[in-house]
């Protein structure tokens, strides 16, 4: 290393490093002591750390570069933190070479669902009951078991202000009372399923999101949404009719819902559609007539994943969504809702890329981009609605295989999923970058990329029991999580 250089004072050495990436620094921490114990300096890793924190998934504890937790990191910890979330990021579209590692649960048979919450706690839904390992733990195999036969679907989500995982899940039966039994787990010791209450509800009814914050269950069967207050003392369901005019709503249904404000957030199979909640289940005062709106999709889309919304505060929010058509792909979309205006409210679906399981092109209708068209009324609660279609043509029609199971990152950064070629044993393991791309200009609306994905692993089934049913993302860690028809489930992590 020149003299000159090493006589610089470290101010100036500091502002030379400043205008380099992570990839040069580290080369040069390696040219001299100097340079090395000068790039040691917390404020260099600082700078990185806020550079991760735009571009890739980071674990919930260091998401918040101006949180106190980070901020009292020292230089040595924030530069490891750096190096393993560079690690994690350059390997996680390259072959897992280990053998993924099985977890043998007491319950074994009919799994419903898998979940990897905060990419630690690992909930395994069962039709005899509910598993929940702790991934951080000693030991991993041991878990905390819930037994409880007849469940047949359940909605899951971490509860960051009060510590705890809260779980919904619906109860079979063949005469009434029907219900869903409302649980919670505590993230600090002691660790145990702890019931809030057993909700009555319809017998098709599947719950499909809980608010902690006003302690709401929304379950949703066909174009029907019910939501309960969990603290109300007589528990009085409120159910909200969706469905429109048009005959083809008749053979569609909803397979998600969020809640955002005065709005309820519904994903039909051709549609996503705000809805304004019941008046006692209102946030805030709303005054006026709320309407309907309403994005129409040309595909038909059996199932979704999403992120968590990118903050949960008004007056917007936006995050990622993916919705599976079996005969097209997987297509990856960004839903940015908007209460901020003087008029209406705004609800934009921006399409970022596609995984084709056929030859397709996508087409945004040239009318209907980028603004919303025209209004009618609903007749049932006489306010405007407000939509517009975006939709796909295949050109050639010719399938290449289907995708079994695929999850999302809460961050909306990576994804996986599990696909299959027809006629073959395989089963590949994908996975993910995602791109948000801001909305297409006109001009270049025909033209839609890629999804940025590889496959990771391939798993041979030789009969229906160890087919890949089901999968879950800890998006930060890179860890993929895998369950098969039989029940066994299988963590697969970053080599």
């Known amino acids: 290393m020149s003299s000159a250089i090493c006589e610089l004072p470290n101010e100036v050495l500091l502002a030379i490093v400043a205008q380099l990436d992570l990839a040069a620094v580290l080369e040069l921490r390696q040219t001299c002591r100097l340079i090395y114990e000068t790039t040691a300096t917390k404020i260099v890793w600082l700078r990185f750390y806020e550079e991760q924190q735009a571009s890739m998934p980071l674990y919930a504890s260091i998401r918040d570069p101006t949180s106190a937790h980070v901020l009292g990191l020292s230089a040595q910890v924030l530069r490891s933190t750096v190096l393993q979330n560079r690690r994690i990021n350059c390997l996680w579209l390259e072959r897992r070479l280990t053998v993924p590692r099985m977890i043998r649960p007491a319950l074994n048979e009919h799994l419903i669902g898998v979940e990897l919450l905060e990419d630690r706690w690992l909930l395994a839904v069962y039709a005899q009951g509910i598993h929940l390992w702790d991934l951080d733990a000693d030991d991993i195999e041991s878990s905390i078991l819930l037994q409880r036969e007849g469940l047949t679907s359940y ?227 006489t306010v405007a609605s407000y939509s517009r279609k975006s939709t796909v043509t295949d050109t050639l029609g010719l399938n290449k295989g289907f995708v079994s199971a695929y999850s999302l990152g809460t961050q909306g950064m990576r994804a996986v999923w599990m696909e299959r070629s027809r006629e073959n044993m395989l089963r590949e393991v994908v996975a993910a970058r995602l791109h948000s791309e801001d909305i297409m200009e006109l001009e270049e609306a025909y033209h839609v990329p890629d999804i940025e994905a590889t496959v990771v692993r391939e798993m041979r089934s030789v009969d229906l029991k160890e087919d890949l049913t089901h999968c879950a993302l800890g998006e930060a860690s890179g860890r993929i999580v895998l369950g098969n028809r039989a029940g066994e489930v299988y963590l697969l992590d970053i080599d």
């Open 155 to 381: 909605h899951a989500m971490y509860d960051a202000a009060n510590e705890r995982i809260l779980i919904a899940v619906k109860k079979h039966s063949f005469i009434s009372p029907f219900v869903t039994v409302l649980y919670q787990v505590s993230t600090r010791r002691p660790h145990d399923f702890i019931l809030i209450c057993n909700i009555r509800t319809h017998s098709m009814h599947v719950p499909r999101f809980i608010d902690p914050t006003y302690n709401i269950v929304v379950s949703a069967h066909a174009c029907l949404v019910e939501l309960l207050d969990w603290t109300d003392p007589e528990r009085t369901a409120v159910q909200v009719p969706t469905e429109g005019e048009e005959l083809e709503e008749m053979y569609t249904a909803i397979n998600a819902i969020r809640l955002f404000g005065p709005y309820m957030v519904i994903f039909k199979t051709r549609s996503i559609e705000l809805h304004p909640l019941p008046a006692q289940f209102h946030r805030a005062p709303c005054t006026g007539d709320m309407p309907v709106i309403k994005h129409t999709f040309s595909n038909t889309y059996r199932n979704y994943a999403m992120s968590g919304p990118d903050n949960s505060g008004l007056p917007s929010t936006t995050f990622s969504l993916f919705a599976s058509d079996l005969i097209q792909g997987l297509f990856h979309y960004t839903i940015h809702i908007s209460l901020n205006t003087d008029d209406f409210p705004t609800l934009r679906v921006t399409l970022n890329g596609v995984h084709s399981l056929s030859n397709l092109l996508y087409r945004q209708n040239p009318a209907c981009h980028p603004t919303m068209q025209g209004s009618t009324y609903h007749q049932r609660s």
